[in-house]
Each structure stands twice: as structure tokens, then as C-alpha cells.
């Protein structure tokens, strides 16, 4: 029996291009002993969905610090949800104002990081909320 | 079998799962595969080696691109290696295959080393007959690229494609250090660069001298230029001309009766890695258990006995033909 490992895939949405966020994130997951699927930029959300349904991940975490989190994170969980991916968490960070936090947690995102979130404490996070599944 | 009926309709969520379930090293998938075994032999298993940055990636991103034009259908594994300070990955050969991922005709799966040694990950000769039985026509796997050792991919392929990159010029070395005997195909990649005349010769040199026996049948194996990844019209030309040439040496192992050979190397493979796996490993964590490999160690340490006594007794032991 060997170990079982978290898989999170770290996604950025849309047509922004701030990535050094996604990229320390990644290498900050790698630290802490997940798999990371880093899938680069300018992704649409049906490539996300897509890519973490083959990659089997138990977390998508999108990135996105131009402003258009309101609609291509959820468009991310609920194309997950309509191809039955429901399972797989979905977080998202980046520059998002506090009155749009209730719109993304209604969408079916479970946790929202703003700049300023220590490395550690997002790490914290998902070790204590991501299971890989049994 | 309601997991197998789903993997032979192509569902990627329980391929995806079982797969990983193999990583993991879980039982029930062990047994799952007594499901799947029968039903391989579909696909054309395509090995792609070379060190790391020499262009694997986009190389195999291009020739799923040219299969799908060809109206194939396409497995990718890539594997990734796993830090040994914390057992994480990042598994970043994606990225280049992107544009794919919402083709249904492929399917892209990224897989970590997870201390496997040779280039690939422990699950990867399963995770090619899953995509097998889900019905891929191609299936490309790119191996880590950390250069001298890795030659597992033979083992799985039955075409083995090397990328070499001029300029490094450590890469001859690593062709003599046994990456010529596997490869079916040279790909001399960033061929815009300086040098790819050179490495060609070099490469041919190295053909010339190699006795006849090393080439199956008269398969000597060609040496593709690979233009510029950024020149998009040269690019696809290089990969309409890469993947016919897979084609063709996949027709010369079926006219000259090879294929036989390279299904045989893999079974034999699988044949040892299954009874490592269901004869070894069970005795090891056994002892490893009850404290006495610790107490071993410590015996050898005070010179009491050698390790070899000690296998054979813990034979003797186990097997019951042990003598
Ligand atoms: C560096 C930077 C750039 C660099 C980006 C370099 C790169 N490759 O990443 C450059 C100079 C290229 C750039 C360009 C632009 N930028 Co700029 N940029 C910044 C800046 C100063 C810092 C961003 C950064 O890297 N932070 C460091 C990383 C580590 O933090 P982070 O990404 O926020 O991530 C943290 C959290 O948010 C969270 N997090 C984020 N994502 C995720 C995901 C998951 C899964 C999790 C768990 C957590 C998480 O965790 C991290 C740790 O705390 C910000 C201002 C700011 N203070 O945020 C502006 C900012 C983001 N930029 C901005 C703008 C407008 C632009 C431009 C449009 C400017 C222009 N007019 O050309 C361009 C657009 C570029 C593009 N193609 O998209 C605005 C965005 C405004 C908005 N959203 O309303 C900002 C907020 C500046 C401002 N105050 O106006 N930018
Ligand atoms: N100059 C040049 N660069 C290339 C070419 N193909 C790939 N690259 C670049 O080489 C780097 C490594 O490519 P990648 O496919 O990830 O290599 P891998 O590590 O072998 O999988 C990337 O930055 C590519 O953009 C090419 O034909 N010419
Ligand atoms: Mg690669």
C-alpha cells in the first residue's frame, strides 16, 4: 500500500497575466509534498474543467488578478458540476474585492485568498480541508 | 465489471481514478488491472526521450496535433519527476498540450516519478494498457529526460523516439551511454539552433559503426531535422514528416514479425515487476513489521553474519523450493 498524495491543479482563467502568483504558489504546493498541474495562462474555463477531470485532482485553484473572477470562476465549478466532477474543490485567489466573496462561495467555491494570505496558511488550508478522496 | 465497461467507452473520470488509485499503490486497482490485461493490445505505444528543455513536450503536443489529423485518437502520459527533499511535483509538461484539452479524442494525463528511477513512474506500464483499452489509437509517453539511464521507455514502447538538441555537448555522451541502442528515430530538435549539421554527422558516425545486428530487420534508424517549434508552417511540416515515419517503422515491426519481440520484452518486464510486487514486497514489509530487518541491519553492522546468509534463510523461510 503505498502513499496516497494530493493532486491540485493551479489554473489562471481568462486573459490575465499575472502569474507569479500562480507560479510561487505551485512550487509552494510542491514544498508541502502535493502533485501540482500547473497549466499555464490564458486558459478558457472549459479547458480548466477539462484538464482537471484527466489529471484526476481533488483541488482546482484559480488565480485570477484582473477582475473577471465573477464570472470565469464559477463558470470553472459549474462546468465541473455538469460534467460530474462535483467532488473536486474548487478556491480561488487573487485581487478580489470582499463584496464578491458571497457570489463565488455561492457558485460553489469553498475558500478565497487575497494578497496578503501567507504561503503557510494557505498551505494550512488545504491540508486540513483537501482529502484525497478515499 | 462495471469500471472496466466504463474504461473500454472511453470514461475518462474512471480511467483518470484508476490510474491513480495505481499510483497510490492501492490493492483494488491491482486487481482491477487482472480486468484490463486481457483487453490490451490495441494501441501504438510511442516513447519519447531526451534530456529535460530539449522540446519533448512540444514535440508531443505537434504529433497529437498531426494524429488527430489523421483522425486518431491520442493517449499522452507525462511524467514529471517527484522531488526526493519533499515528494512533491510539479507536473509543468502540460502546459504545452493545452490546446487539446478539450479535444475528446484526447486525453492527456500527468504522471510524477515518485522515486522510480529509469525516467518513468512505477504506474506507467498500467496506465498504457488503460488508455489501450480506452481505445486509443496512439499512446505517447514522455519520459522525465534526466538522460543516462533511462532507458525504461523501451520496455514499454514499441517505437522509441530520441530528442537530441545541438549544442549540448554532453548529448553525444549520452548517446553512447546507451540512448543509441533504444531509439528508432532521431529527432535532432531546434534544428534554427547552431550546430544540428554537426550533431546529424555525429549521430550518422555513430550509426556507421554500429554492426548490423543493431538494426532489426534492416530498421536503421532515420534522423529527422525538427524546424523551429515559433515557425508554425516549417513546424508542421517536420511533424507531418516525424509522424509518417512513425507510421512506417510501425508497419516494418508488423511486416518483419517485430512487434512479437517488443510485446515480449514488455510482458517479461511486467511478469517481473508483478512478481517483485506480490513475492518481495509482502516478505519485506512482513519483516520490516515485526523488527526483525532492523534487528538484521544491526547484526550486520556488528559483522555477526553476512546479507547473504540471511536472504537465504528468510528464503528458506518463504519458498518452499528454497534449498
Ligand atoms: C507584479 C504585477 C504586475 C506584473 C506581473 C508579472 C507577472 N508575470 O506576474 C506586470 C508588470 C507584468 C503587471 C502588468 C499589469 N498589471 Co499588474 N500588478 C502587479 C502587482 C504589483 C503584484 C502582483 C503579484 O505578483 N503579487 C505577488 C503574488 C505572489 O501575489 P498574488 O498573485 O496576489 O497571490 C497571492 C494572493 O492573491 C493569493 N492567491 C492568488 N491566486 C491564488 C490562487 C490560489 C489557488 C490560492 C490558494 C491563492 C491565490 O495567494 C498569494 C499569496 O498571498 C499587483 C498589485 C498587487 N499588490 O497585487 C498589480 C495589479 C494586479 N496589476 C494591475 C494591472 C491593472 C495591470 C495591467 C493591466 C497594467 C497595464 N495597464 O498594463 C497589466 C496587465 C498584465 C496582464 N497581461 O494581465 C492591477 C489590477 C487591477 C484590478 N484587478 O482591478 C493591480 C492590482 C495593480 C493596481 N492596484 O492597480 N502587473
Ligand atoms: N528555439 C527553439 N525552442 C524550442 C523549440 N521547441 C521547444 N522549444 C522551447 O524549449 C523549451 C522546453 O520545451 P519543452 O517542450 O517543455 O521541453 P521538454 O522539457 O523536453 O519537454 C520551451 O521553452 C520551448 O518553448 C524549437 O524548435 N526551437
Ligand atoms: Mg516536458
Redesign the interface.
Known amino acids: ?5 494530493i ?1 491540485v491543479m493551479v489554473a489562471k482563467p481568462g486573459l490575465d497575466g499575472h502569474d507569479r502568483g500562480a507560479r510561487v504558489l ?2 509552494c ?12 495562462c490564458h ?2 474555463p ?3 474543467a ?2 482537471a ?4 485532482v481533488d483541488v482546482v485553484g484559480l488565480s485570477c488578478l484582473s477582475g473577471a473572477h465573477r464570472y470565469l470562476f464559477p463558470a470553472v465549478a459549474k462546468l465541473l458540476k455538469e460534467q ?2 462535483g467532488d473536486i474543490t474548487v478556491v480561488g485567489g487573487g485581487i478580489i474585492p470582499e463584496q464578491d466573496f458571497k457570489l463565488l462561495y455561492d457558485a460553489g467555491l469553498k475558500a478565497i485568498f487575497v494578497p496578503g494570505a501567507t504561503l503557510d496558511g494557505i498551505v494550512d488550508w488545504f491540508k486540513t480541508n483537501i482529502k ?2 478515499d | 465489471m462495471e469500471r472496466v465497461k466504463k474504461i473500454k467507452s472511453g470514461d475518462v473520470r474512471t480511467a483518470s481514478r484508476l490510474i491513480r488509485n495505481l499510483e497510490d499503490g492501492m490493492d483494488e486497482a491491482r486487481a482491477m488491472m487482472k480486468h484490463i490485461f486481457p483487453l490490451t493490445g490495441h494501441s501504438h505505444v510511442i516513447g519519447i526521450t531526451g534530456s529535460p528543455g530539449a522540446g519533448k513536450s512540444t514535440l508531443v503536443d505537434g504529433l497529437v496535433e498531426s494524429f488527430r489529423k489523421k483522425d486518431k485518437t491520442v493517449g499522452v502520459l507525462a511524467v514529471d519527476p517527484t522531488s526526493p527533499f519533499t515528494g512533491g511535483a510539479i507536473l509543468g509538461d502540460r502546459i504545452r498540450m493545452q490546446r487539446h484539452a478539450e479535444d475528446p479524442g484526447v486525453f492527456v494525463r500527468s504522471l510524477a516519478t515518485r522515486g522510480a528511477l529509469g525516467g518513468l513512474a512505477k504506474a506507467v506500464g498500467d496506465a498504457i494498457h488503460i488508455m489501450d483499452v480506452m481505445g486509443k489509437d496512439i499512446v505517447l509517453v514522455e519520459t522525465v529526460g534526466t538522460g543516462q539511464q533511462e532507458v525504461d521507455i523501451i520496455n514499454h514502447s514499441h517505437t522509441v523516439i530520441v530528442v537530441l538538441i545541438p549544442g549540448m555537448g554532453d548529448e553525444i555522451q549520452a548517446i553512447k551511454a546507451g540512448i543509441l541502442e533504444i531509439a528508432d528515430i532521431f529527432v535532432i530538435n531546434k534544428a534554427d539552433r547552431e550546430g544540428s549539421s554537426k550533431l546529424r554527422r555525429e549521430i550518422m558516425a555513430m550509426l556507421d559503426m554500429a554492426p548490423a545486428s543493431a538494426f532489426p530487420a534492416g530498421w536503421r534508424p532515420p534522423i529527422l531535422k525538427c524546424d523551429n517549434a515559433f515557425e508554425p508552417v516549417g513546424f508542421t511540416k517536420s511533424l507531418e514528416e516525424m509522424s509518417q515515419t512513425i507510421e512506417n517503422h510501425y508497419q516494418h515491426l508488423v511486416k518483419h514479425d517485430l512487434l512479437g519481440s517488443r510485446v515480449h520484452r514488455k510482458a517479461a518486464m511486467e511478469l517481473n515487476e508483478a512478481i517483485r510486487c506480490s513475492v518481495l514486497d509482502p516478505v519485506l514489509s512482513a519483516l520490516a513489521a515485526n523488527g526483525e530487518l532492523e534487528r538484521m541491519v544491526e547484526q550486520l553492522m556488528k559483522k555477526d553474519t553476512d546479507p547473504y546468509t540471511l536472504a537465504e534463510e528468510i528464503a528458506r523461510r518463504y519458498l518452499k523450493t528454497a534449498p
Open positions: 500500500m503505498g502513499e496516497k498524495k493532486r505551485s512550487r504546493f510542491r514544498d508541502a509534498g502535493f502533485e501540482v498541474i500547473y497549466t499555464g486558459q478558457t472549459e479547458q480548466i477539462s484538464a477531470i484527466q489529471e484526476d460530474g466532477a484525497p478522496r
